[in-house]
């Protein structure tokens, strides 16, 4: 089933939308932006609430205020702009208001029962979707529908998981986070489109839990 989500921002010159999209990328034609429009979630495609991985990269730093192609939610169509104000947008910094990853989904089928460390049991023919990857070997994941978390597979035991779509493995993903608007609202930002803005640069991992400005000596 398909959730809709509503959020409202205001575009340069115009009055406040109200928008309305759908995870499949669906919504309203464009309103003459320069920036690509397209809804990130399509052909096996996923958002998971979270950067991944022990150390989430990058760093974004917005040094001053810098309008950027916003959407309503992760999985949607640019559909405006967003005047995010300065400061440093992480997991580990209070800049933000969510953060998101948009992924391929991979498949596996499991070929023999087997229960992993973290006491998350698979039975012989159990379909595991990994929807998203949180660090240290452990993975947020499907079986059979149902969301458990604990060791990706093939983590320890790699004859009872076998890849069935391995063409996605080499998909890009796509970061995310979620911004309040100067101008008003929420909306979801691009890492990317971000890095490449004017008065937007990468700030530095300096250690576990911690981050500092663009141009801090001795980040990792």
Known sequence: MTTVHTVVMKKPLSLLLILSL???G???EPDGLAAPVSGLCQDGMEA?????GEYPGPVVHVMEAARLPARAEPCGVIEGECTVPAGLYHPWTSGALGFATVRPILRYRVTRDYTDDAEVSFSEGDTVEVTV?????FCGMRINGQSKSGYCPGVYEEDVFTLLNPEDERRPETQLFKARCADGGDAWIEVGAAL???GVEEGVI???GEVAPHGTPGGM
């Open 206 to 208: 300096v250690g576990h």
């Open 26 to 28: 669906a919504g309203p």
């Open 48 to 52: 998971a609430e979270a950067w991944q």
């Open 22 to 24: 759908a995870c499949s």
């Open 133 to 137: 990857y949180h660090g240290e070997g």
């Open 196 to 198: 490449t803005a004017s």
